[in-house]
């Protein structure tokens, strides 16, 4: 019994730790707070029931870390401590009996105010000026992040005349609006970036890059929640909002006080509807007592004051009716089916689409024509459908049948194998086929031709100018400057942005080719191995195969792709404009001997470079890469999360552990 609950315990704690790190490190979750917080409380009883089993480095023990290399890091002067959440009104009027019981016969006030979604900020402030912004962290200490601080304009830098106190914290919560975040978004796809799952992944990201104008450029947001220091201006919580307010502090307008639990219920039951009306990101609300001398006498528990609760709302969904589903053609072919909706607003925003992803979704949701779906967002960037509400399906309702023919150019459709998708073969003759390769080819992360993006490559090609990527270098600033929405002055700059672009390297002309299954980092493996696009062209199956995790699909489609006629065409004019078809001198010449002779394994999450990057760094200097660690490695190049067998590993061997910035000292 006591090894199965061991068992129980310990893969918790693996779960937990993982997520954790999705959430914070990567800012990336795979499970909603509800699913974690639930994961949390199990262990939490497990513990709770086993004690013999309790480990101070258990996820019960801590808070959650969101601390970065590259910033500074600084000791809160008051442990920035997270909340204790609920997901019910029984669960609230716990909480309040529990403050009630406490308190004795004296009378309380709590506040509420609204949870948002964003993360958490500690602003100092001295003589009346911003001094220090520091981030959550792990709740002992945080990023400074000053610089990227002071370019948010709702935060006051030099506070209005009032009776400020000289020194004092005030705590809040940075924030991404759904328009800012959208606009982003937009940008990202365009781009070939990855989009940022929610607003408050956004804003955790924006905040920790490491330069202030791109911070400055997505225009973040702030919600302030609570003041610390001596001499504040009044003993309890929501008359030194009050007086934040008027010093230049953006506090919520939601914020609101309660002497029963009545009216608890009353302001969470209008908040559930109303906050889809807000324009920023909320899940939930917090509950707080409001005298200051009272929360001191509540005290706190080891991760979250008693004196304060969270509830948090469930993912946002609504029930609307599909008017009708669409079919579009992606970039590589790929048909999408998408429902189009009566609006319903979600989550900020006006929902009208959603995708439907392809034929198995449709079928295992059976949809049918005129159907009445549900529909969530729950902070994801994509609504989706859920449901369908059957009850309310028209007698007689077809059900929704995918296409058997391109929707754009009507070729007949394959299927891939093993996979639920359908495709268009149509790839030279197929307009958003083409389109999508001409906006890929000038996106930023390939050959980053600023000024072509999705509305100008259609324009380009319904003007007749730009048939395939080749044709690019072949425009002028007169036929640019004659397009509709374009003048002289955008023509001139999309012109230079081409011949800059010239100059971009080896690797990057090959993921802007659009092969299919080549991303980015497939084609900077190809690159490095390769070294010209005339060894490429010239590569059989079976050595494309030998390349590192290149397998026989991937070998197969860069095959296909580069013996097709036109795609020879192509990349015989892009080699005549002067694009760089082989490895610049300078990644292919030795940088040094600096690890001359030595055998590194590379482990964890890096700042500086990433890990493809360190290990081409390794092999210019003389050293040679393993996956594995054993006696004859070197030493490990290790960044944050290493893994914890790697690191037994280490100390059960001998092996050195190289931190970053060590590692870049030792080759300079």
Known sequence: MATSVLDQILNLREQLNKHNY????????TISDKEFDLL???????????????DPNSPTQRIGSDLTKGFEQVRHIRPMMSLSNTYSFEEVTDWYNRIKNALGNEKFVITGEMKFDGTSISLHYENGKLVRAVTRGDGEKGDDVTANVRTIKSIPLQ????????????????????NSFERLNIEREAEGEQLFANPRNAASGTLKLQD?????RRNLDVRLYYLLGDNLPSDNHYDNLMAAREWGFKIGNEIQRFDSLDS??????????????????????????????????LGYTAKSPRWAIAYKF??????????FVSFETGRMGVITPVANLEPVQLSGTIVKRASLHNDDIIRQLDIHEGDWVYVEKGGEIIPKITGVEKSKREENAKP????????????????VDGEAAWICPNTFGCKPQITGRIQHFAARKMMNIDGIGEETSE?????????????????????????????DKSARKIINSIEKSKQVPFERVIYALSIPNVGETTAKRLAKAVKSMENLQKMTIEELTQISDIGPIVAQSIIDYLTHPINIANIVALKSAGLQMSISEDKTHPAGNALEGKTIVISGTFTHHSRDEYKEIIERNGGKNSGSISKKTSFVLAGENMGPAKLEKCHALGVSIVNEDEFLSLIS
């Not at 202030?212 to 400055?216: D, I, R, S, T």
């Not at 469930?314 to 008017?323: D, G, I, Q």
Request: hydrophobic share 40%.
């Open 22 to 29: 999705n959430y914070y490190v990567l800012n990336s979750p």
């Open 40 to 54: 949390l409380k199990e262990l939490e009883q497990l513990e709770a029931n086993y004690p013999e089993f309790a």
């Open 159 to 178: 506070l209005l005349p009032g009776n400020w106190p000289e020194s004092f914290e005030i705590r809040g919560e940075i924030l991404m609006p759904w």
């Open 212 to 216: 202030p104008k791109e911070v400055a």
């Open 264 to 297: 608890i219920k009353q302001y969470i039951e209008y908040w559930d509807i109303e906050r889809k009306n807000l324009p920023v990101a909320t899940d939930g609300l917090v509950l707080k007592v409001n005298s200051l001398r009272q929360q001191l006498n």
């Open 314 to 323: 469930n993912p946002e969904n609504a029930c609307t009716k599909l008017k």
């Open 400 to 415: 929704i049948s995918f296409v058997s023919h391109c929707p754009e150019c009507g070729t007949p459709l394959v299927k």
């Open 459 to 487: 324009l380009l090609y319904n003007e007749g100018l730009v048939k395939n990527i080749a044709d690019i270098y072949s425009l002028t600033i007169p036929q640019l400057a004659s397009l509709e929405r374009l003048g």
